[in-house]
């Protein structure tokens, strides 16, 4: 589009026979936009400013607001285009153009405190007003606030809003919910960080994501990003071999001066400071006021835990029947908003986030947002992988395992069996050396900032790399003469001994595709997860109070692995994985008991062998 001024700016005096070719503030000529954008500094009730971007469609009335607040820079996420139109101007992260601008709400996006054009200080996931913040303020009053401003001050609006984002941005949409304001009349967190010690973007089950570093240096050593992560070495596996604890790690690159660094090397356990915070404890207690759309991805490599756990932990309070909706679908990190006709390198034949926008969220939030008549979407909605197909249920399936489990025990020669009977005690070894951890993906490991890195996909990369390698069990079922669905957590029961006095525990559930597949032959052997994750030892009695293994001595190790829908097909078999190491994503453990890991010293870090007893491990599903 050509962009004509329609003021213009005063022009700098010559000095010297030279005067600046740039105004000092160039404006946008707008007049040919289907939209108008305005940027608002909006205050909160303690004085500070957030910056704010409104676009509102030029014929709008009586139209509805969706607000997404976040620290991502709402400046670049309101101008991805070169052209006039609400449409292609909102393509970027957390924008749907199919939904919001061909639905004519008006899109209203805000940097959280602290973060690119707001003020204030950004903590990161600033705590709830309570125990961890007692200041007057928190991201439940700045939604507060910001919403008060709009329905004041935004004619074109009907006076009600919506709240949504992917993964921080589906964090801020949970935390609206807590005391919300009356116009809030619906939020869709999606891919949302609920649990950043559990199972979301910093920790899993106690083994921390030390590829995350870059994400806190990069966000919090300036308020709009602008030093960067930086690496001698193109492979991370080798960065982080030679760094040798996540902790030393950080403290190489200076991120001593980052608040939310010293409180992780400071609460390497699931303590009172994570507790008192994380939103599947808190938001249970208020209940939901709200009807609220969790959207999860079943291959999300980054908060594959938040959406469900807030999901179980509401299903037990009594508004959950009237307020909460689940959505899940076969996507990795926020695919949903895209085109998701492929998971990876699996061809899943259809727009997968296409049938989601349309299907599930545009009447999801028409009904609530514009009083329209079309009907709710069902209360679970999922994709089936395996048979690639959407089905609904009223619930997921407990997380408890009851009567109509069915359990894949391990078996002698490496087999997997459905049949108790045929389980036989038989010790399965391997050595795990913190020298060669298992990588998580084939080395070169790419930094997750560069764009040829697997790390958007790599929960859907081909296991076959792992099998092959000595540190790794593998079971194997037989081949599958009829088809097993399986939904919800599998359940993971396993019985080890280390002669370490600590150690990681990483279980897969895998589907071994047939040696052949005619119709797309890459596929052919195939190894894809369908739920996995790691455990931290030390963490196996208490999550809040670590205890080193005795060595030698038989441990049982229990884990909830992430929630699966999958089918595996006749011809197919199923593999249980079990490793020590998923590395670099995972630190290292020192399979030594120290007190801190982030501290370990070099010299901790020792080989042990692992001896798994088939007899008493198991995986069950639903
Ligand atoms: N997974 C990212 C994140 C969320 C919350 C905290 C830290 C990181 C994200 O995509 O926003």
Wanted: aromatic share 10%.
């Amino acid at each position: 589009a050509c962009l004509l001024t329609t003021s213009l700016p005063a022009v700098a005096q010559p000095s010297g026979g030279i005067s600046p070719d740039m105004p000092d503030h160039f404006t946008v000529s707008t007049q040919d936009f289907d939209f108008i954008r305005k940027e608002i500094m909006i205050p909160m009730r303690d004085g500070v400013k957030l910056h704010t971007v409104i676009l509102v469609p030029k014929n709008a009335h009586n139209a509805p607001i969706l607000l997404t607040r976040t620290p991502y820079n709402a400046d670049h996420m309101t101008s991805q285009a070169d052209s006039g139109t609400m449409a292609s101007v909102l393509q970027g992260y957390d924008n749907m153009p199919d939904v919001i601008a061909d639905g004519g709400y008006i899109r209203v996006v805000q940097d959280v405190r602290g973060k690119y054009g707001s003020e204030g200080h950004y903590i990161m996931n600033r705590p709830m007003r309570g125990p961890l913040n007692a200041t007057e303020v928190d991201h439940s009053t700045d939604t507060w606030d910001t919403i008060e401003w709009l329905v004041h001050n935004v004619p074109e609006s009907n006076g009600k809003v919506g709240i949504l984002g992917v993964s921080y941005d589906g964090y801020t949409a949970i935390t609206a919910l807590f005391h919300p304001h009356p116009a809030l009349k619906v939020s869709v967190p999606m891919n949302p960080m609920v649990d950043g010690w559990m199972g979301d973007d910093w920790f899993h089950n106690g083994a921390f994501r030390e590829e995350m570093l870059s994400y806190i240096y990069n966000q919090e050593a300036t308020p709009k990003n602008t030093v960067k992560w930086w690496s001698n070495q193109y492979d991370n596996y080798q960065l982080f071999l030679n760094g040798v604890s996540a902790g030393a790690i950080g403290k190489a690159h200076g991120m001593e001066q980052i608040g939310f660094f010293r409180q992780i090397l400071a609460h390497p356990a699931y303590d009172s400071w994570w507790q008192s915070q994380v939103l599947d404890r808190l938001l249970p207690k208020e209940g939901l006021t709200v009807p609220t759309l969790l959207v999860h991805s079943l291959w999300d490599q980054e908060d594959n835990y938040g959406a469900i756990a807030l999901y179980y932990a509401l299903q037990k309070t009594p508004s959950a029947k009237s307020d909460l909706w689940l959505a899940m679908g076969p996507w990795n990190h926020g695919r949903e908003i895209k085109d998701a006709s492929m998971l990876g390198a699996i061809d899943l034949h259809s727009d997968t986030g296409l049938y989601f926008r349309k299907k599930i969220l545009e009447p999801f939030l028409a009904h609530y947002l514009k009083d329209s008549t079309v009907p709710l979407p069902a209360r679970v909605t999922t994709f089936r992988t395996g048979i690639n197909e959407w089905e609904t249920m009223p619930a997921l399936p407990s997380q408890d395992c009851n009567s109509t489990c069915t359990t894949l025990h391990l078996a002698p020669q490496h087999g997997l069996t459905f049949d108790a009977t045929t389980q036989k005690r038989e010790t399965v070894q391997y050595v795990s050396d913190p020298e060669h951890p298992v990588p998580y993906v084939q080395r070169p490991v790419l930094s997750k900032n560069l764009p040829n890195s697997e790390w958007q996909w790599w929960l859907t990369t081909d296991q076959r790399n792992a099998t092959s390698r000595p540190d790794v069990a593998s079971f194997t079922s037989p081949v599958l003469t009829k088809a097993v669905s399986i939904s919800g957590q599998p359940l993971v029961h396993l019985t080890a001994a280390t002669t370490g006095t600590d150690g990681d525990f990483v279980v897969k559930l895998i589907d071994v595709y047939p040696d052949e597949v005619p119709a797309q032959r890459e596929m052919g052997g195939y190894q894809l997860m369908i739920s996995a994750d790691i455990l931290r030892g030390r963490y196996r009695n208490s999550f809040e109070h670590p205890e080193p293994i005795p060595a030698n001595v038989p441990q049982v190790y229990h884990m909830k692995l992430p929630v699966a829908a999958h089918t595996f097909l006749p011809g197919h078999r199923i593999m249980v994985q079990i490793q020590s190491s998923w590395y670099p994503l995972y630190d290292r453990n020192p399979q030594t008991y120290v007190d801190n890991i982030f501290n370990a010293a070099p010299d901790s870090y020792k080989p042990a062998t692992i001896s798994i007893d088939t007899a008493e491990s198991w995986v069950q599903v639903h």
